[in-house]
Structures are given as structure tokens and as C-alpha cells.
């Protein structure tokens, strides 16, 4: 029976002299003159590639963590079907360690005039903005000899925002900003500055609250309930200096930082107050400013998608001047930062009054949760030295807070796990104290 295709060629390459086939894709040494006409063919019924359309679709950003689906489209224009291997290039970052291979090579077959769609799944592993490489085509001809092979530029860019994971505490701390705020039956009586309406007195009233003049007219005693501000301005200010690149538990303390600042973000903006964002090393590494409660969040996860710490020291001259150019009415300015005695000491408690004399000062920093393992380790000598060391650090650490809190200033110092909601807290203890 005679043989066709694949097979008849296989049978031909069988029966030449040992040494002559080469089975590379570098094709063959020596071969004879059906041979050559069979792989001639086969090179000239593969697809072309330079002639291929490509378009991009699809997802333009994602969290941290989330999957972001690229659609690519390729059209084969020509009158011979298309077999290809494709890959679609992109940084080592868009992948979760091992997934490259399986989620940026495909295989498929385009009929001629027809088009095909393949989506690739990004799993990026770090924020900021991916950009794709080039996209790899190898068309093979129908015997499997030869191919074509060429590239081709599609740009996309995917912004890979901050993932945000404190938002699990907002059900709760809006909870207690509903309690402050008077919506609820919890109605946390006194507190607050401004007046919002008055009631009939109940035992545990603070009596100071008495409005003698409606009781006056009145036949029952009448007491005013307050509320809490609302319109303040709130100016988060992060540092991107050099101590945000340290690494806590794995990450870097900018990202605990960014976390809690959206925490607070949400929460104000709920609570009827107007937030700014500015990142400052020696300059504006960026700035979000008159966003209405709708807009902030996506503002503030964009600007921060970007944001890289600088290998710097922080100019604290110039973030302050930033700062009250920034906030020029009074504010709660929320500096995330360092407490390190140095940089404290050195830079920021020289201008700290600049800012203290005109807005209420929130400090808030990430602290290593290492620390205190090491404060509690015991069992050996070199335990019992780290233990030493551990105890050395917090205690500078509880003595540069205490020196901001002699200038006014609220200190918040918290592991990253706790950082969000400690700084969701203090935030709202300032509201029902009427000190925004």
C-alpha cells in the first residue's frame, strides 16, 4: 500500500545512511530529491506570520493578588491555515512562581480568513504597572518539519493596584461611627461638638447637656444631643523615604502603611470628611487632592499603585512645607512613618511645632512583630541575647513616642496586621472628642 503524508516521508528518512538526518529543527544534512521536495512543501504551506493581525482586550487593572484575563485576538488573513505555538511575553512578576510556561504558551489553528481569541491569566505578584514583552508566533506546516517563526509588538499595560486586605474592618468601624454619629439606638450621649437636635432628659444624662432655656418652656426637662463633625479635612501623608523599604513579615512597610491609610480613607469619607493623599520623600511622589466620596478610592489605589520607596533619607523640611501647603486650613494630618530615634530626633521633631500649632498631628507607624518574639525568647545564650536586644529596641521605640505626645501628637504604633484598625480607632476616638 503506498504510503502518504507523514508516514511516506518517516519511511524515506528511515531508509537513508546513518548520520545523514539530523533531527533538529535545523532540518537535514543530506537529502535525497523526493525528501527535499516533501520539507519544500511543507515550509511553503505554513502560515505566514508577519501578515497576522493582532488586537488586545480585556482587564486594565487588578488587585494585588487577583487574576487579570488578556484577551488577544489573531486574524489570519492568508489562504493557508494557521498551526501554531504562541507565546505571549510578559515580566517574571505577572506570574506566580512555576505558572509561567503553562499560562503563556498556547497552541491553535486559525482557518484561512477566520480569526481566533486566547486569553492569558496574569497573576501578578507585585503592584505597579505590567507591560507585555512581545508576543512569539511559530507557524508549523502541516507535515510538522518547518515552521515560520516572528514577533510581533501588541502593547498593553495592566496597573496593579494595592489589595486593600483591611477592608474586612470596615462592617466595624462603621458600625462605631453610626454609634457616634446618633443613627443608631446606641446613641453615645455627649459626645461631639456640633448641636443636632434635642430630646426629653433620661437618668445618666450628663447634665451639662441641660438646654434650660427649652426646658423653660417646656414641661419636661430637655437636653441637647450633639454629633460628630462632619466636612473636616484629613491629609494622609506617606513617607517613601528610605526606612518604608524595610521589610516586615515578608513585606514592605510602605505597603502596611498604604493598607491602613485606605482603611482610614473609606472611613472618613463615609463620615462626611474630605481626604487628601501625599507621598513625599525629597519631592512629590504623589498627590490626590479634592476627590468627592465616590472618587476617593479609586484615586487613592491608583496613586499608590506606582509608588516605589526611595533609597533616600526623608527631607522632613520639605514634606512639612509640602504638608501645609497641602492642608492650608486646619486638618488631621496622619503621617505614616518611622519611629526610629534618628530619624525622628534628626528630621522630624525639629519642625513637628510648624505643623502642631496649626492642625491636629496623627503619627502612625509599623512596628516589627519580631521584636516582640524576640523580646520573649528564652532556653539559650544567644536567645537571651536577642531578648536583650529586643527590649533595648522597644524601649527607644516607647521613648520617641512619648516625645511626639509631649508635642501634641498622637502616636500609633502597631504590627502590620494591626496597623488598619488601630489607626481606623484612633481616628475615631479624635472625632468623639471633637479635636478634628
Not at 521536495?37 to 506570520?49: E, K, Q
Not at 491569566?121 to 502541516?142: A, C
Not at 470596615?170 to 448641636?195: H, I, N, Y
Request: charged share 25%.
Amino acid at each position: 500500500m503506498a504510503l502518504t503524508g507523514r508516514t511516506a516521508l518517516l519511511a524515506a528518512l528511515g531508509s537513508l545512511p546513518i548520520g545523514i538526518w539530523d533531527p533538529s529543527w535545523t532540518g537535514i544534512l543530506a537529502v535525497n530529491a523526493p525528501l527535499a521536495v516533501a520539507c519544500a512543501c511543507d515550509f511553503a504551506l505554513a502560515a505566514p506570520v508577519r501578515r497576522l493581525g493582532l488586537t488586545r482586550s480585556g482587564d486594565t487593572t487588578a488587585r494585588l493578588g487577583d487574576p487579570a484575563d488578556i484577551t488577544l485576538t489573531l486574524t489570519n488573513p492568508s489562504g493557508r491555515p494557521l498551526r501554531a505555538h504562541l507565546r505571549d511575553a510578559w515580566p517574571p512578576s505577572s506570574w506566580q512562581p512555576g505558572t509561567e510556561t503553562e499560562a503563556s504558551r498556547h497552541r491553535l489553528t486559525v482557518p484561512p480568513g477566520e480569526r481566533r481569541r486566547i486569553t492569558t491569566r496574569l497573576r501578578p505578584t507585585r503592584r505597579g504597572d505590567q507591560h507585555t514583552d512581545r508576543i512569539t508566533i511559530r507557524s508549523v506546516g502541516p507535515l510538522g518539519l518547518f515552521s515560520r517563526q516572528g514577533t510581533h509588538k501588541v502593547p498593553w499595560t495592566v496597573r496593579v493596584l494595592p489589595p486593600f486586605t483591611s477592608r474586612k474592618h470596615l462592617p466595624s468601624k462603621l458600625a462605631r461611627l453610626r454609634e457616634l454619629d446618633g443613627r443608631t439606638s446606641v446613641l453615645t450621649r455627649g459626645e461631639g461638638t456640633e448641636f443636632d437636635s434635642l430630646r426629653e432628659y433620661v437618668p445618666g444624662d450628663d447634665t451639662r447637656s441641660i438646654d434650660w432655656r427649652a426646658t423653660a418652656r417646656h414641661s419636661t426637662v430637655a437636653v441637647r444631643t450633639w454629633r460628630p463633625e462632619r466636612d473636616r479635612h484629613i491629609l494622609l501623608v506617606l513617607d517613601t523615604g528610605r526606612t518604608s523599604a524595610g521589610r516586615v513579615d515578608d513585606a514592605l512597610r510602605l505597603d502596611a502603611s498604604m493598607d491602613a491609610a485606605l482603611l482610614l480613607a473609606v472611613l472618613a469619607s463615609r463620615a462626611g470628611d474630605r481626604v487628601d493623599l501625599l507621598a513625599y520623600d525629597r519631592r512629590v511622589r504623589a498627590l490626590v487632592q479634592g476627590r468627592t466620596a465616590r472618587d476617593v478610592l479609586p484615586s487613592l489605589v491608583n496613586a499608590m499603585a506606582t509608588l516605589e520607596p526611595e533609597l533616600v533619607e526623608t527631607n522632613a523640611r520639605g514634606l512639612t512645607a509640602a504638608a501645609l501647603r497641602t492642608a492650608p486650613r486646619r486638618s488631621l494630618i496622619v503621617l505614616l512613618t518611622t519611629l526610629d530615634a534618628a530619624p525622628v530626633a534628626e528630621g522630624l521633631l525639629p519642625v513637628l511645632p510648624q505643623l502642631t500649632q496649626r492642625h491636629t498631628v496623627l503619627v502612625a507607624s509599623v512596628a516589627d512583630p519580631h521584636i516582640a518574639r524576640m523580646a520573649t525568647s528564652r532556653g539559650n545564650a544567644d536567645a537571651v541575647y536577642e531578648a536583650a536586644a529586643a527590649a533595648q529596641a522597644q524601649t527607644e521605640r516607647h521613648r520617641t513616642a512619648e516625645q511626639l505626645r509631649r508635642h501634641g501628637v498622637t502616636v500609633v504604633d502597631a504590627t502590620p496586621d494591626e496597623l488598619a484598625p488601630a489607626l481606623a480607632d484612633a481616628y475615631l476616638a479624635l472625632k468623639a472628642a471633637g479635636r478634628l
